[in-house]
């Protein structure tokens, strides 16, 4: 396992940006209130509704226990000072819809919501929620011209989420117990590694037969999918906005902690300039460490099938923004 290393900071922020006040916004800035981890501005172009989520949730300070503030504001002047922007604007996947079709109108959303924000907290870490993942992470990171470290998406820490879910699931064993790593795009080509994924140190290869763990794999990969499909309108919030606070709270409070996140890579893996779900370490500094493990034949041509997918989207989306 080979990384490179940045000296980390210790990190004394005290309010995250939240970029759209939607059900993942609004849920986020809901856990990220309640654990009491930092105060909270949430923004959306809709008049009145981040005003009136974020004085819900302070209607709730009391119940809950924790001293955070949570503000709503359609005024990206009230976001400055923000260590942490967190995108989640931008369209939603309907029924048939994949993360790919939603490539050209999230693009404009995002790189609008990046410039914008960083304006006013120019030395933000970012982090992306909005589909497809990967490209809108790179989108946000090319406008905007800020340190590649201080950007990332969101989707690995959800999809090792998923997966451990499933084998636990399966198994009838608490998550816990189980330690999962997917790496690649977030999306069908992404790659559940077996090798990596343990219960209670025990590698899943010797507890499920190959076709058991196929079939989780392959579950995995359409998760996403397959809640938009049960819920018809709308999609998944509840893990995604768990994910992302799980991100925050490692950044805000230094903790060493290994994950997958869509980090920029520069010849790790063997490929360059784009942003692509690996183990990551994250701190006050943004994507601190970038872990490379040791990939069969086989799992190398998934991540490349993986790679050239985001690379030629990345190409589609910044032909868009000139049009």
């Not at 940045?6 to 856990?31: D, E, F, N, W, Y």
């Not at 290869?205 to 392959?218: D, K, P, Q």
């Amino acid at each position: 396992m080979n990384f490179y290393s940045h000296t980390p900071i210790i990190c004394k922020s005290s309010q995250v940006t939240i970029i759209g006040a939607g059900k993942v916004g609004s849920t986020l800035a809901q856990r990220l209130a309640e654990k009491d981890l930092t105060d909270v501005v949430l923004f959306d172009i809709v008049e009145g509704l981040p005003q009136g989520i974020a004085l819900d949730l302070m209607e709730a300070q009391g119940l809950e226990l924790h001293n955070c503030k949570v503000k709503g504001t359609n005024d990206y002047a009230d976001t400055v000072g923000s260590n942490i922007i967190i995108i989640t604007a931008g369209i939603a996947r309907k029924p048939g819809m994949t993360r790919d079709d939603l490539l050209k109108t999230n693009a404009k959303i995002v790189t609008h919501a990046a410039q914008k924000a960083l304006e006013y907290s120019p030395n933000a870490i970012l982090i992306v929620i909005t589909n497809p993942l990967d490209v809108m992470t790179y989108l946000a990171w090319k406008t905007t011209g800020i340190d590649s470290r201080r950007v990332m998406g969101m989707a690995g820490v959800l999809d090792s989420a998923r997966l451990q879910t499933f084998i636990a699931m399966e198994l009838n064993l608490p998550p816990s117990d189980i330690h999962t790593m997917v790496l690649g795009g977030h999306g069908d080509l992404m790659l559940p590694l077996p090798r990596y994924c343990t219960v209670s140190g025990m590698p899943i290869t010797e507890l499920m037969s190959e076709s058991t763990i196929e079939r989780l794999i392959e579950r995995t990969r359409q998760g996403g999918a397959e809640i938009v499909k049960l819920l018809k309108t709308g999609s998944a919030y509840f893990a995604p906005s768990s994910s992302a606070c799980l991100m925050v709270e490692m950044i805000l409070k230094q903790q060493p902690r290994l994950l997958t996140a869509a980090a920029y890579l520069q010849g790790e893996y063997g490929l360059n300039d784009l942003f692509l779900g690996v183990p990551c370490r994250l701190g006050c500094q943004g994507v601190e460490n970038v872990f490379e493990v040791n990939l069969t034949q086989a799992e190398k041509a998934t991540l490349n099938a993986s790679a050239q997918s985001v690379q030629e989207n990345i190409k589609i989306a910044l032909a868009s923004l000139k049009e």
